[in-house]
């Protein structure tokens, strides 16, 4: 699996204790804030030494970076299904899925919060989560694009409109995701892109 960023310096990471500093900073987001995080914390609850966090992570917030990002890869699902309609679907269920755990939307507001008064964490944000996000749907979209059924519009564009709904209902809104989120949104990625009704398109006229 990617890292967000090499390791800093000193030996190899232990898989064990790296997974126990991911859980443990996940938990601890989620049950007492963002703000309340601390490095000792961390260590405390993972059961390692508070040099093993720093000796593998800058800040506590790529800590939680890291600890968000494996959630993604590990439960938003880019398998092959047979087609654009299907992979879409399922990346975004998956998707809708994750952030109705308790604590994720709360994480991720608190990196991008983070992100943007530290310019230097916001690039590691950037590349270690938004950037590996849209590198999975890119693989959705090529694949689509090899099979011949996807939508034809540039692949930024798709990531931009999937992504642009998912980080606004984040950040900007406390409305829960349903059924009927998933179908509108993957229906506005396939049969609309696929299938446009010329009348619809802007500049159209009707006489």
Same mark, same amino acid.
């Given at each position: 699996?990617?890292?967000?960023?090499?390791?800093?310096?000193?030996?190899?990471?232990?898989?064990?204790?790296?997974?126990?500093?991911?859980?443990?900073?996940?938990?601890?987001?989620?049950?007492?804030?963002?703000?309340?995080?601390?490095?000792?914390?961390?260590?405390?609850? %993972?059961? *390692?030494?508070? /040099?093993?966090?720093? =000796?593998?992570?800058?800040?506590?917030? @790529?800590?939680?970076?890291? #600890? +968000? !990002?494996?959630?993604?890869?590990?439960?938003?699902?880019?398998?092959?299904?047979?087609?654009?309609?299907?992979?879409?679907?399922?990346?975004?269920?998956?998707?809708?899925?994750?952030?109705?755990?308790?604590?994720?939307?709360?994480?991720?507001?608190?990196?991008?919060?983070? %992100?943007? *008064?530290?310019? /230097?964490?916001?690039? =590691?944000?950037?590349?270690?989560?938004? @950037?590996?996000?849209?590198? #999975? +749907? !890119?693989?959705?979209?090529?694949?689509?694009?090899?099979?011949?059924?996807?939508?034809?519009?540039?692949?930024?564009?798709?990531?931009?409109?999937?992504?642009?709904?998912?980080?606004?209902?984040?950040?900007?809104?406390?409305?829960?995701?349903?059924?009927?989120?998933?179908? %509108?949104?993957?229906?506005?990625?396939?049969?609309?892109?696929?299938?446009?009704?010329?009348?619809?398109?802007?500049?159209?006229?009707?006489?």
């Amino acid at each position: 699996m990617t890292e967000p960023h090499a390791p800093r310096r000193g030996r190899k990471r232990s898989e064990q204790s790296r997974l126990a500093i991911l859980t443990a900073t996940f938990e601890l987001t989620r049950d007492e804030g963002y703000r309340a995080l601390t490095v000792e914390g961390i260590a405390a609850r %993972a059961g *390692v030494g508070k /040099q093993t966090v720093y =000796r593998w992570w800058p800040t506590k917030a @790529d800590v939680l970076l890291e #600890a +968000l !990002a494996t959630k993604a890869e590990l439960h938003v699902s880019v398998a092959d299904r047979g087609s654009f309609r299907a992979d879409l679907e399922q990346f975004l269920r998956d998707s809708f899925a994750l952030l109705g755990v308790p604590g994720v939307a709360q994480a991720l507001r608190s990196l991008m919060a983070e %992100a943007q *008064v530290d310019s /230097q964490f916001a690039s =590691r944000f950037r590349e270690g989560f938004l @950037d590996r996000r849209r590198a #999975a +749907l !890119a693989e959705l979209l090529q694949r689509a694009r090899r099979r011949g059924d996807a939508p034809p519009v540039a692949d930024e564009l798709v990531a931009d409109v999937v992504f642009g709904v998912i980080w606004y209902r984040v950040l900007a809104t406390n409305r829960p995701w349903g059924e009927a989120d998933l179908v %509108a949104l993957r229906d506005l990625l396939t049969s609309t892109f696929t299938n446009p009704d010329p009348s619809s398109r802007i500049g159209s006229t009707h006489v």
